[in-house]
């Protein structure tokens, strides 16, 4: 064991109100899991954080602790927090590792899950363990949704999520690989072969455009495509981020380790602007990641961008307003979009009755209940792209509820 962790453990100064706990989206017990493991009890300590949140192994290592448990202890006050995280993702590690998956008595009832990222997994843990048998249907051939093919390895090593598929398995879920429901299964035969409620957790995966001339282009790609495979892409020696978010950063970072290229990240706004938190920009410079601010892409050409200087619009217009008789060019090998992406359209467009707001999203109400009967959905597909803990927070209030429709008959 790491004397680090130990150590961390120690300086948790078990407050009897835990700002740890109000800092975090899911209420982690931080001080009880760290009692049991000071206590030499850990599978407890595994426990209480897996049952809190079975995503635990993940958010230990992709939530913005910062602004969450971390920000909040009090210890960060005056000298630093107590690495929180470190911690939980020992003791979860080591919780998956040691603890079979047993299936709980069964209580007769099926459960369809669309989608295995966040909200998907989550919602399967949670009814298998009310003895629920669940069935989730992936569209790839391997479950995590966008923790496998949207968040890079050097954050999130993918053998944990095989791990979390093993429990699953363990627990009685049984995964259909390969199954994209709408084309040619839909909701009405899930319907018709027993299944009692049907929960959609597809996530976010149609890109979104820059609506430019040149986007067609060859050496032009999407930032959601990019990250699913990094390997099959031949990027060249110049390559050029438009992007401002978390995700732009993890496909700055992942070219530059797959390529070993020149990455620029061009933002249409001032430097204080970025939607990507702090700690993602700073690795990201940390990494030789460059910036090229205020600058809105016009066109895509075969040699690179043609860009515009921005300013500051005014209260009445566009919140960057483009200026005219700056252009230039960025020479570049090749061009990634990463403005943010929207659903999927093929459940909802074979379906009947379930409702969508104007971006696309599934429209729901605060438990997850959309607008046809016996139909659930949360995650990225109601809120749009979110991180991994809030799609646990919501989806356990919505498992709640399928629970309470299927066993109340309600």
């Given at each position: 064991m790491?004397?680090?962790?130990?150590?961390?453990?120690?300086?948790?100064?078990?407050?009897?109100?835990?700002?740890?706990?109000?800092?975090?989206?899911?209420?982690t017990?931080?001080?009880?899991?760290?009692?049991?493991?000071?206590?030499?009890?850990?599978?407890?300590?595994?426990?209480?954080?897996?049952?809190?949140?079975?995503?635990?192994?993940?958010?230990?290592?992709?939530?913005?602790?910062?602004?969450?448990?971390?920000?909040?202890?009090?210890?960060?006050?005056?000298?630093?927090?107590?690495?929180?995280?470190?911690?939980?993702?020992?003791?979860?590690?080591?919780?998956?590792?040691?603890?079979?998956?047993r299936?709980?008595?069964?209580?007769?009832?099926?459960?369809?899950?669309?989608?295995?990222?966040?909200?998907?997994?989550?919602?399967?843990?949670?009814?298998?363990?009310?003895?629920?048998?669940?069935?989730?249907?992936?569209?790839?051939?391997?479950?995590?949704?966008?923790?496998?093919?949207?968040i890079?390895?050097?954050?999130?090593?993918?053998?944990?999520?095989?791990k979390?598929?093993?429990?699953?398995?363990?627990?009685?879920?049984?995964?259909?690989?390969?199954?994209l429901?709408?084309?040619?299964?839909t909701?009405?035969?899930?319907?018709?072969?027993g299944?009692?409620?049907?929960?959609?957790?597809?996530?976010v995966?149609?890109?979104?455009k820059?609506?430019?001339?040149?986007?067609?282009?060859?050496?032009?790609?999407?930032?959601?495509?990019?990250?699913?495979?990094?390997?099959?892409?031949?990027?060249?020696?110049?390559?050029?981020v438009?992007?401002?978010?978390?995700?732009?950063?993890?496909?700055?970072?992942?070219?530059?380790?797959?390529?070993?290229?020149?990455v620029?990240?061009?933002?249409?706004?001032?430097?204080?602007?970025?939607s990507a938190?702090p700690?993602?920009?700073?690795?990201?410079?940390?990494d030789?990641?460059?910036?090229?601010f205020?600058?809105s892409?016009?066109?895509?050409?075969?040699?690179?961008?043609?860009?515009?200087?921005?300013?500051?619009?005014?209260?009445?217009?566009?919140?960057?307003?483009?200026?005219e008789?700056?252009?230039?060019?960025?020479e570049?090998d090749?061009?990634?979009?990463?403005?943010?992406?929207?659903?999927?359209?093929?459940i909802?467009?074979?379906?009947?009755?379930?409702?969508?707001?104007?971006?696309?999203l599934?429209?729901?109400?605060?438990?997850?209940?959309?607008?046809?009967?016996?139909?659930?959905?949360s995650?990225?597909?109601?809120?749009?792209?979110?991180?991994v803990?809030?799609?646990?927070?919501?989806?356990?209030?919505?498992?709640?509820?399928?629970?309470e429709?299927?066993?109340?008959?309600?």
């Amino acid at each position: 064991m790491s004397s680090h962790i130990v150590d961390e453990a120690k300086r948790c100064l078990q407050c009897k109100a835990p700002k740890c706990k109000e800092g975090c989206p899911v209420q982690t017990p931080v001080n009880a899991f760290i009692k049991a493991f000071l206590e030499e009890d850990i599978l407890t300590a595994g426990a209480m954080l897996f049952e809190n949140n079975p995503l635990s192994v993940v958010c230990s290592l992709v939530c913005p602790q910062e602004s969450q448990c971390e920000g909040h202890c009090v210890l960060g006050k005056k000298a630093g927090p107590v690495h929180i995280s470190d911690i939980e993702h020992y003791i979860s590690s080591y919780y998956l590792s040691h603890i079979e998956g047993r299936p709980s008595v069964g209580n007769g009832h099926k459960i369809a899950i669309i989608g295995s990222g966040p909200a998907g997994i989550t919602v399967a843990f949670l009814l298998a363990q009310k003895g629920f048998e669940v069935t989730i249907y992936e569209a790839h051939d391997l479950i995590g949704g966008v923790m496998r093919y949207g968040i890079p390895g050097f954050r999130l090593p993918k053998e944990l999520l095989e791990k979390l598929k093993e429990k699953l398995l363990g627990m009685g879920v049984k995964i259909r690989p390969n199954t994209l429901i709408g084309p040619t299964l839909t909701l009405d035969d899930l319907f018709r072969d027993g299944f009692k409620a049907v929960f959609i957790g597809t996530g976010v995966w149609k890109p979104r455009k820059l609506n430019v001339k040149g986007e067609s282009l060859g050496h032009v790609h999407y930032a959601i495509d990019y990250l699913k495979n990094p390997e099959v892409y031949t990027l060249g020696q110049r390559v050029v981020v438009i992007g401002a978010g978390n995700t732009a950063m993890d496909v700055a970072r992942t070219a530059l380790r797959k390529s070993r290229c020149q990455v620029t990240v061009v933002h249409i706004g001032d430097p204080g602007t970025m939607s990507a938190l702090p700690e993602e920009l700073e690795m990201a410079r940390m990494d030789g990641v460059k910036f090229l601010f205020n600058r809105s892409t016009v066109e895509i050409l075969d040699q690179g961008i043609k860009v515009r200087r921005t300013e500051r619009g005014g209260a009445e217009g566009p919140k960057w307003a483009v200026l005219e008789g700056t252009e230039e060019v960025m020479e570049a090998d090749s061009v990634i979009i990463a403005i943010s992406q929207g659903p999927r359209d093929h459940i909802v467009a074979s379906a009947k009755g379930i409702e969508r707001n104007p971006q696309g999203l599934c429209s729901t109400d605060e438990s997850g209940r959309t607008s046809r009967e016996g139909v659930f959905a949360s995650g990225d597909v109601v809120h749009g792209a979110r991180t991994v803990v809030e799609a646990v927070k919501v989806s356990k209030r919505v498992a709640l509820a399928i629970e309470e429709y299927v066993l109340g008959g309600r």
